[in-house]
């Protein structure tokens, strides 16, 4: 119990001087290929340059956080996120210094396997403020971008884990749909296998990347030779 405590003491002196270090960073989100939060470059829209990593924990990114308020994310949500030491499964899409959508990874454990679930997922798109600048029209793609970023992930570094799911509303079927993902009762959701709109994202982001395993380089290989098949038809 005393080594308990001591631990959790130097947790909060940990956390106490790391926010008091993000009261004191300012200026732009300076996001580039060799920053180790970034794990795969891709593009959103038509071919705007965009970054899949880890959330970049910073007084801007907070402040971004609080002006985009999109559902589930919030700034509460993520300075719980490091009081419980699960920053690492806070992921973004980041693109010309703007965060632009944010995911969070969680297992889903049953009786006979584990899961990688995407607990939540929220774009700029489906914010709830009203615009201050209507001259910005929020980017199409992010929650695609979002996902290929999570299956590449999934495949390269947490490949024992079963599958990729996630719960939606019923409203959002049509979108999942599209994906590839198959649904399981009423709003929970499985991938079978990227197509279409993610099948291109992801071969986006494999685009010079350099962290490939064997594995995901031929079940890419796979899934380009299905869709050329179905094209063909």
Same mark, same amino acid.
């Given at each position: 119990?005393?080594?308990?405590?001591?631990?959790?003491?130097?947790?909060?002196?940990?956390?106490?001087?790391?926010?008091?270090?993000?009261?004191?960073?300012?200026?732009?989100?300076?996001?580039?290929?060799?920053?180790? *939060?970034?794990?795969?470059?891709? %593009?959103? #829209?038509?071919?705007?340059?965009?970054?899949?990593? +880890? /959330?970049?924990?910073? *007084?801007?990114?907070?402040?971004? %956080?609080? #002006?985009?308020?999109?559902?589930?994310?919030?700034? +509460? /949500?993520?300075?719980?996120?490091?009081?419980?030491?699960?920053?690492?499964?806070?992921?973004?899409?980041?693109?010309?210094?703007?965060?632009?959508?944010?995911a969070f990874l969680a297992l889903r454990e049953q009786i006979f396997k584990k899961d990688l679930e995407i607990k939540y997922l929220a774009t700029l798109r489906g914010k709830t403020w009203d615009m201050e600048r209507p001259s910005f029209k929020?980017?199409?793609?992010?929650?695609?971008?979002?996902?290929?970023?999570?299956?590449?992930?999934?495949?390269?570094?947490?490949?024992?884990l079963k599958e990729l799911v996630l719960d939606s509303e019923l409203g959002a079927r049509r979108f999942y749909d599209s994906?590839?993902?198959?649904?399981?009762?009423l709003a929970r959701y499985a991938l079978r296998e990227p197509k279409a709109n993610l099948l291109r994202a992801i071969l986006s982001m494999t685009h010079g990347c350099r962290e490939l395993s064997k594995e995901t380089i031929r079940e890419i290989r796979k899934l380009i030779a299905k869709q050329v098949k179905r094209l063909r038809k």
């Open positions: 119990k005393a080594e308990t405590g001591a631990s959790m003491d130097r947790r909060r002196e940990e956390l106490t001087e790391f926010l008091e270090e993000i009261k004191k960073s300012g200026g732009p989100l300076d996001v580039g290929e060799d920053d180790p *939060m970034v794990f795969y470059r891709g %593009v959103i #829209d038509a071919a705007t340059p965009a970054y899949f990593m +880890r /959330f970049p924990m910073s *007084m801007e990114s907070l402040m971004q %956080v609080a #002006d985009m308020n999109v559902e589930f994310f919030h700034v +509460r /949500f993520i300075l719980n996120c490091l009081i419980r030491g699960v920053e690492r499964n806070l992921l973004a899409c980041v693109a010309k210094g703007n965060i632009l959508g944010l929020p980017p199409r793609g992010v929650g695609t971008f979002l996902i290929a970023g999570v299956w590449l992930l999934w495949k390269n570094r947490m490949p024992k994906l590839g993902f198959a649904a399981r009762g």
